[in-house]
């Protein structure tokens, strides 16, 4: 059976990032009930309801479960304020190892999307044999294209997920260790 305490605990100046706990729900919910998160983190762009989070958070502790890694929940270190989701996964028929993030809209503009996902690309290159990681990145998504680009990502293909264009993001691991 799976052990929630199974995922590691990745720690940064500001933040933490560990497994999910059925207390994350109300930040996760409240997080996916928010229009301007939802428009590119749902597969209809629009806010979901809690229990339609509910079932993203079980997505996200099966995929650990599964596949030994995933995406983390996110919290202050200071504060233990729930901040986002952040972490690698590869759902089936994906396009790769995708490192992928999420935040409530309260801690956008704080950096703390890129420090989440640097740690977590940082734990993903050094526990697995990987070439590269992608970002699947909504083709509309500046602020996510922005964030690629400061953790030395490159846009690829185009290609339609969900029925909306999204482009591939990528990362070789060589530049990632030199970013």
Known sequence: MFDPGDVPRLETQRLVLRGW???????????MADAAVAEFLTG???????????RALALFVGHWALRGY?????????????VGRVGVWQPECWVGFELGWGLARAHWGKGYAREAARA?????????????????????????QALA????????????????????WSVARETWEKA
């Open 70 to 82: 995933g995406l983390f929940a996110v919290e202050e270190k200071q504060t233990g304020a729930f």
């Open 149 to 168: 680009e400061r953790l030395a990502m490159a846009p690829g293909e185009q290609t339609i997920h969900v029925g909306m264009p999204h482009v591939v």
């Open 120 to 144: 977590a690309g940082d734990w993903a290159f050094a526990n697995f044999p990987l070439d590269r990681l992608v970002s699947l990145i909504h083709a509309e998504n500046r602020r996510s």
């Open 44 to 54: 209809d762009q629009r806010p979901q309801d809690r229990a339609t989070a509910w």
């Open 21 to 31: 706990r059925e207390d994350d729900l109300d930040g996760f919910a409240s997080m």
